[in-house]
């Protein structure tokens, strides 16, 4: 008769260790105790204890700090959870043992994790476990509060980088269209490569003078700019053009002259020359008297 009840004994401690182990895994599982830093400004921990659970403090971890966390706050509040500091912060040995009860995650958006420690030991082998209904009622808080303003904010953020992205994106080709046009437009102008004939010059005082003076043909209108003057490249080194008269152009003396600076440009009847080899465009017929 004793073996027998101590038999049934015995099958009781058995079945209920069981049975509290299961719980245990299906709260906790192994690996799942952390640390709580209080230096961290993510995830954000708020602490509170239930009446109806002396001795066990609950905590909230969540990346939302902007205006959920204090949402979550308010609807704990009213549902008669009761709020404190940090353990932590008075007591070093109560910042890790905590043990993770669920990860809550709605609608792709992750609302928080919940934590618990039992408060009057240290040891992680013996403690009690909260209710399940102490952890339905945090769950359902934090699946009925939504993080609205932070994920306003991700969004404006997010459509305003695309905004720019975009409308830089579309300047970029804009900008390079607009200098294929003009690097087009340039090439059928016939800029570069200009047909030229010679002549010899005519007598000067008396003095026979000749020389090759750069003229552009009648019939090279491409030659020609807007303005209406043609485009002629420079001189030969150690020449200078002088006018003489609105019937012949130009003739270049025998005698070496500097060249004229970059900015300067001899207007004669029409036509005109640049000291830097490059086209130019001449602005009034006045400017001749620069070399005279």
């Not at 709580?36 to 602490?47: F, G, I, M």
């Not at 399940?132 to 980088?161: D, K, Q, W």
């Not at 005082?205 to 020609?224: E, F, H, K, M, Q």
Request: charged fraction near 15%.
């Amino acid at each position: 008769m004793h073996t027998l009840q101590l038999l049934t004994a015995l099958s009781l401690i058995v079945s209920s260790s069981v049975s509290f182990g299961a719980v245990l895994g299906n709260l906790a599982g192994p690996g799942r105790l952390q640390c709580q830093s209080l230096s961290s400004s993510t995830p954000k921990y708020l602490y509170f204890t239930d009446p109806a659970e002396p001795g066990l403090v609950f905590s909230v971890g969540t990346e939302w700090v902007l205006n959920y966390y204090y949402d979550v706050i308010s609807a704990l509040r009213q549902d008669g959870f009761i709020f404190q500091a940090s353990p932590g912060r008075f007591d070093k040995s109560k910042i890790c043992g905590w043990f993770v009860l669920h990860d809550v995650t709605a609608d792709l958006v992750h609302r928080g994790k919940i934590t618990y420690r039992d408060m009057s030991t240290n040891d992680t082998t013996m403690y009690k476990l909260p209710s399940a209904g102490a952890v339905r009622r945090i769950n359902t808080i934090l699946l009925s509060v939504y993080p609205s303003l932070e994920i306003l904010y991700i969004c404006t953020f997010s459509f305003m980088l695309g905004f720019m992205l975009l409308g830089l994106s579309w300047w970029y080709i804009l900008t390079k269209r607009d200098q294929e046009r003009m690097a087009a437009e340039n090439k059928a102008a016939g800029i570069e490569g200009v047909e030229l004939d010679t002549f010899v010059g005519e007598k000067d005082n008396g003095t026979a003078s000749t020389g090759a003076c750069l003229v552009p043909r009648p019939d090279s209108s491409s030659i020609y700019s807007q303005s209406g003057y043609p485009l002629l490249p420079r001189y030969e080194a150690g020449s200078r053009a002088t006018p003489t008269s609105p019937s012949h152009g130009f003739h270049v003396a025998s005698r070496e002259i500097p060249l004229l600076s970059e900015s300067e440009v001899i207007v004669w009847d029409g036509s005109f020359v640049s000291s830097t080899g490059g086209p130019v465009i001449a602005l009034n017929q006045k400017e001749w008297e620069l070399v005279s």
